[in-house]
């Protein structure tokens, strides 16, 4: 790579993180400016009933940037405060999402990639099985939400066992791709170098088919993160998909939009970090 | 009666036809011959003929319909370290570097050396191919005539009785194949392993072989004959087109290709026969004086149950 094509893919970051704060200030801009409640009368008198109301706005609004900075500003320099069980700091309530995430997501991780190998690696498991991946795959995890309250008479688990589910199948259908898609090639140096079979899938078909099963993974925790908010809007107690439904019981729109916005970064977060192993796994053909 | 290194007798390879009514097809059969110990055999065939199917059968990857392959005694029934196997599009493995991928082969062929000793052993032949300065590079930093190397010092580094080499240049240029070429023969020279190659390059063949068999066009394709290359090794790309005798063989060889290979694929009533390709020396053949039968057939000698120890 010579000087020129870096000192041009600089400048493009640069030119390109310039954009986004243009667009990022444009559109807060027009968030706040249009939210602002009308000057009441046009600068004239008030009328009697304005009066009455003390000149406040007669529909509610979705609360303005500014003010959703100032809870944010509120909430992140005491995250983990707890105040009882409808007044818990935003760390706290995350830190209970991500509990449930990463627990139901490891035990679909631990699940999912064994039988995924197996699949992979035998048709016969793949033909046997296939029919009931097909079944069950498509069922929305929070059907299952029922049955699993049912079943383990637990709020937390049952919470825990939805992300389970729905996290098993991208990890599952992906490493059962990756395997059965290993090189040939590369099963035949195994075969010609007398590995057993035992070794020639730590060897040989694990790092070939890493990339793949790594992908599954990152799909795997977006849905997981997807669900675990409605999960906990349906169980309650804890957890950023609690707060946020509370928070609109509260009326609170302000702290509503506030936890959105850190859902999103939070999921980014689990998604780069996963990105982030996948560079180690990732070859060069 | 003893047999040879490594023997295949009566090979065929054939494929179910497209419906149930037609019949199959046979892309070759009654393949025999012998490959002595420490001799570098080259086959040359158009595609299709069923070459790298007797490649992989040799390496266990694949499977005769028919006959049968003996090797020091005991019948080939799936791959195995005593043979190693140099592949067409290089086979290494890419999330491995230059040395690790040759590590990989030593380490199953000795697993109870140190991990130094594998290190040790690995460098040589990588030193042996001129890739000691690459040797952290993953394969996708190489050039293709470089992974080559590593994919021959892997090989190597094994020490395999019979080595087998599926058309290992036939992705490279012609001046990198000419370099790595002389690399083989080097490193052949040092080992005297039996090799057995593929090769399109009538040249290649020449400065390399012993023997060249010469199979006939595809389907039920044959090993028609079996050119002995007696010009003089050590062998070098620059002197040995000098030699008298080199144009003869080559010649006769392209004559094979061109010309022979499909008529001779029509004639029935030797490719019934049970013997091997028919030994021909093209430098002897216009000189009655010297050999007055040139071209003698051996018969086979059948190998007697008892005399393939299975497993």
Known sequence: MDRTTTEWKLSLNLRAGLLAVVILALLLGLWEGLNRAPILGGGAELSEYEMLLGGADET????????????????LSDPFYDAGPND?????????????????????????????????????????????????RPISPLAWMPLALFIIRDAEASAIFVIFICSIWPMLLNTAFGVAGVRSDWVNVARTHELSSLKTAFKVILPAAAPTILTGM????????????????????????????NEWNNLDLTSVIFSILMIGIVGMLLDMSLAYVARFVTYAE | MSHAFVEV?????????????????????????????????????????????????????????????????????????????????YSLLPWLTTLENVRFGVRARWKNWSEREVTEHSMKYLELVGLKDVVDRKPSQLSGGMRQRVSIARAFATKPKLLLLDEPFGALDA??????????????????????????????????????????????????????????????????????????????LVDFL?????????QEDESKGLRYPTSVNPARLNDPDENSTPQHEEKLVKFTPKEIRHG
């Open chain 1, 60 to 75: 509610a609004r979705v609360p303005p940037p500014s003010a959703i900075m100032v809870r944010a500003w509120e909430q």
């Open chain 1, 88 to 136: 818990k700091g935003i760390g706290i309530q995350l830190g209970y999402s991500l509990y449930r995430v990463l627990a139901g997501y490891l035990m679909a991780a631990a699940v999912a990639i064994p039988i995924g190998f197996l699949i992979g690696m035998s048709p016969l498991m793949y033909k046997a099985l296939n029919p009931f991946i097909q079944v069950l």
């Open chain 1, 218 to 245: 990152r799909i795997s925790i977006g849905i997981a993160w997807l669900v675990i908010v409605a999960a906990e809007m349906l169980v309650g107690g804890t957890g950023i998909g609690y707060y946020v439904w």
């Open chain 2, 9 to 89: 007798q009566q090979a065929a390879k054939r494929f179910p036809g497209a419906t149930k009514t037609s019949p199959p097809l046979t892309v070759f059969e009654n393949v025999s011959f012998q490959l002595q110990k420490g001799e570098f055999v080259c086959i040359i065939g158009h595609s299709g003929c069923g070459k790298s199917t007797i490649m992989n059968a040799l390496a266990g990857l694949d499977q005769f319909s028919d006959g049968s392959m003996v090797m020091e005694g005991n019948e080939i029934n799936g791959p195995g370290l005593e043979r190693g196997v140099v592949f067409q599009n």
């Open chain 2, 175 to 252: 001046l990198t194949r000419g370099v790595i070429q002389d690399e083989l023969v080097k490193i052949w020279t040092k080992d005297q392993q039996t090799v057995f190659m593929i090769t399109h390059d009538v040249d290649e063949a020449i400065l390399l072989a012993d023997r060249i068999f010469l199979m006939t066009n595809g389907p039920e394709a044959r090993i028609a004959e079996a050119v002995e290359i007696d010009l003089p090794r050590p062998r070098n790309r620059a002197e040995i087109i000098k030699h008298p005798n080199f144009y003869t063989i080559r010649n006769y």
């Open chain 2, 258 to 266: 061109v010309n022979r290979s499909g008529d001779l694929r029509v």
